[in-house]
T-cell receptor, first 113, second 115 residues
């Protein structure tokens, strides 16, 4: 499979727990984005990596959120002390430096109960 | 702050009819994307428009970009039920020199094609 892969696809967690999501981009893509999408809304930008460097973070990304891309390949997004408002679909997208088109993964749907 | 507005937000149309979805944005950009999203699914890329006057067509869908008017349109010709989905436009922006470009999405247009 040569597409963007995200795991898990679904996550249900209790409020206050920590969760971690993983994104495996297309192998030659050095640019990676995380987005969050709530029901009935368009995706909102969270953060951006070029290789292993996190170059931009949205104001939406509170202190409870942290993202890493340690070797410039896969990326993780961790949410600490989850809140009900964190319930959303978390989308990862990747593209190469020369590419103009972003390819999105299937997303991880988080439900905080 | 960049705003990307789509209208209509919801569109119910009969099979065989034509209609246009509009996407207005508030800042300079020469790249615009259209995506399709089925319920519970991720985003499927439809079109990438890279310059003023760009027009692309795929099947019953045609997209255009007018960067001077900051407007893109997605035209649906002779709609069929399989086109039922939510359609998003997304504007590629680089707000400051040296920052990464990123996509800012509209709120989406939910299209329902009825038999």
């Amino acid at each position: 499979d040569t597409g963007v892969s995200q795991n898990p696809r679904h996550k249900i967690t209790k409020r206050g727990q920590n969760v971690t999501f993983r994104c495996d981009p297309i192998s030659e893509h050095n640019r990676l984005y995380w987005y969050r999408q709530t029901l009935g809304q368009g995706p909102e930008f969270l953060t951006y990596f070029q290789n292993e460097a996190q170059l931009e973070k949205s104001r939406l990304l509170s202190d409870r959120f942290s993202a890493e891309r340690p070797k410039g390949s896969f990326s993780t997004l961790e949410i600490q002390r989850t809140e009900q408002g964190d319930s959303a679909m978390y989308l990862c997208a990747s593209l190469s430096g020369q590419n103009t088109e972003a390819f999105f993964g299937q997303g991880t749907r988080l439900t905080v109960v | 702050e960049l705003k990307v507005e789509q209208n209509p937000l919801f569109l119910s149309m009969q099979e065989g009819k034509n209609y246009t979805i509009y996407c207005n944005y508030s800042t300079t950009s020469d790249r615009l994307y259209w995506y399709r999203q089925d319920p519970g699914k991720s985003l499927e890329s439809l079109f990438v428009l890279l310059s003023n006057g760009a027009v692309k067509q795929e099947g019953r869908l045609m997209a255009s970009l007018d960067t001077k008017a900051r407007l893109s349109t997605l035209h649906i010709t002779a709609a069929v039920h399989d086109l039922s989905a939510t359609y998003f436009c997304a504007v590629d922006t680089r707000l400051f020199a040296g920052t990464a470009s990123k996509l800012t999405f509209g709120t989406g247009t939910r299209l329902q094609v009825t038999l």
